[in-house]
């Protein structure tokens, strides 16, 4: 275990040295107050610039597959309902009235009549119809790469401003797959009239509309001065693509971005430290987890999974990377804040026993251990250099971590090309998101599930949490029996789970953390951030 302590005190250094590096020319003024303590009133103008730690891949709703491109979508596009700010309830936004049918196969949706679309190549800026909405939503129930609207048989227009959603059958978690980002209303012209470019083009009828794509730099909006709900106080939102964390920091105090994402490790103490910045931490519906591919290579033998989980100290690894806050050990595949968790549930996890580990790795073909690749982030490559040591020195497993740009990490796990890889999940409070779309079967060839996970019964449970009842009580025991079968047959290595973090200067005004992780810069909800000069 020396060789491990090593690992983590060397990795504990080079942070501590790189965050000292970054921050070397930054502000060093404390005088300035706090910006949640700042009682002026809300004025207009200026842009809000939001750091992102990895480029977008696409930006096309049925295409997106991780949490970077939907922080910029969430500006451009609105769903027909949205979660209220604490995440308890709906609320209107495109929508606003919907009933369910007797039989909760089909819901009726009232749309408001006064919602115009960004101007475009292919558009100049009309008002948006029922129709859009059946081209939408049926257009995301067909071609969405993660299923973001599973379920959705139909789209029925029933009068100018009224359509009707059938389902295949009963869904519980409807409403909650309507508010997700990939399920915004788009215009039919623009769709077609870009083609495969609609992605980096993206209109809609949210706050602001796209102005500029400069890959690997940054992302600029605009304001939509058509924009149908409350006027944005901002006059845009610039999105600037930095990877790496300590530079995100520096840039935060240096004034250089306005809103820092991803915050973790020393950047925490640092910022902390800075009274001219806010550090804002929650605990989040966020958890981070290790993929082994259960299709091919040595980890497609359940033993051999078991053998890798038993030998990861996932509590050495969760202390080496989050040592100064903001993460805790992951029992189960869904965070805690969801409303399925039980304590129960962290009886299932798998102890540390090293010893045991290589007795059941013996028991297979790779008795004398094996090569395989990792593929991470940058910003999770401290996870996997601590697993890596462990991997080495309990099994003699020769681990290999590729770093990569997120559109290549998701291409190559969601086609199963990756023999480990890890991954993080953050979504909504229902289960469903976190289970049904990372461990049914029909995911497979999705990011949630590249991995391969196959198992009727576990699919029998979660399709039931759905369609038999809407009653939380009894899906959550469902979703608890389901994750008792999960957890027996290791298909990835729980890590840890995650407070939702980001840091602002002093002048973001109205600005929150959302617990599943979302930007929200201006929303239906009341939220509408401005800057204070």
């Known amino acids: 275990m020396k060789k491990m302590k090593h690992v983590v005190l060397l990795l504990t250094l080079i942070s501590i040295a790189l965050v000292i590096s970054a921050c070397g020319g930054a502000s060093q003024d404390k005088g300035s107050e706090n910006s949640k303590n700042t009682n002026t009133e809300p004025k207009s103008g200026g842009v809000l610039k939001v750091g992102l730690a990895s480029n977008p891949n696409t930006l096309d709703p049925i295409k997106y597959t991780g949490a970077y491109e939907s922080q910029i979508m969430r500006s451009v596009g609105d769903t027909l309902v949205v979660y209220n700010q604490d995440l308890s309830d709906f609320s209107p936004s495109l929508a606003t009235e919907w009933t369910p049918s007797e039989d909760m196969k089909s819901y009726t949706f ?110 600029e909006l605009v304001r939509h001065d058509k924009y149908w709900g409350e006027k944005p106080y901002l006059d845009g939102v610039t999105y600037q693509i930095i ?59 359940p033993k051999v999974r078991e053998a890798i989980y038993k030998a990861t100290n996932v509590e050495e690894i969760v202390k080496g990377v989050n040592q100064w806050g903001g993460g805790t050990v992951s029992y189960a595949p869904i965070p805690k804040g969801s409303w399925a968790y039980s304590e129960e549930l962290e009886k299932l996890k798998p102890e540390y026993n090293p010893t045991e580990a290589k007795k059941i790795l013996a028991e297979t073909d790779y008795a004398n251990g094996f090569k395989t690749e990792l593929y991470v982030l940058e910003s999770r ?139 929200n810069i201006v929303k239906p909800n009341g939220t509408n951030v401005w800057l204070s000069n």
């Open 381 to 519: 490559v401290p996870y996997a250099t601590i697993f890596q040591a462990q991997m080495k020195e309990n099994l003699n497993i020769d681990v290999d971590i590729k770093v990569t740009e997120w559109g290549t990490l998701s291409d190559i796990a969601a086609k199963g090309k990756a023999p480990m890889y890890i991954g993080g999940w953050s979504w909504y409070p229902d289960p469903f998101f976190f289970l049904n779309k990372t461990f049914h079967s029909n995911q497979i060839g999705s990011l949630g599930n590249g991995k391969g996970y196959n198992n009727p019964e576990v699919d029998a449970l979660l399709d039931k949490a759905l369609s038999d009842t809407v009653e939380q009580g009894e899906r959550a025991k469902l979703y608890q029996e389901a994750i008792k079968i999960i957890m027996s047959e290791y298909p990835r290595v729980e890590l840890d789970n995650l407070d939702q973090t980001a840091a602002v200067t002093k002048h973001v005004q109205g600005f929150a953390v959302s617990a599943d992780g979302t930007i």
């Open 110 to 219: 009232k749309l408001r009549d006064d919602v115009y679309f960004q101007p475009g190549k292919y558009q100049d800026g009309r008002k948006m119809t029922a129709e859009d909405v059946k081209y939408s939503l049926e257009r995301s129930a067909k071609e969405s790469a993660l299923g973001r609207l599973d379920g959705v048989e139909s789209v029925e227009v029933t009068g100018e401003s009224e359509v009707i959603v059938h389902l295949t059958a009963p869904n519980a978690s409807f409403l909650a797959m309507l508010t997700d980002v990939g399920n915004i209303i788009i215009p039919k012209e623009e769709v077609e009239g870009w083609g495969d470019q609609f992605g980096a083009n993206l209109v809609g009828t949210g706050p602001f509309q796209f102005k500029n794509w400069q890959t690997d730099q940054k992302v």
């Open 243 to 301: 990877k790496d964390p300590n530079m995100m920091t520096n840039a935060l105090r240096s004034g250089d971005i306005d809103i820092a994402t991803d915050i973790k490790g020393q950047n925490r103490q640092v910022i902390e430290q800075d009274q001219n910045l806010e550090l804002l931490s929650e605990p989040g519906l966020a958890i981070d987890y290790l993929d082994l591919n259960n299709m091919s290579g040595p980890t497609a033998d």
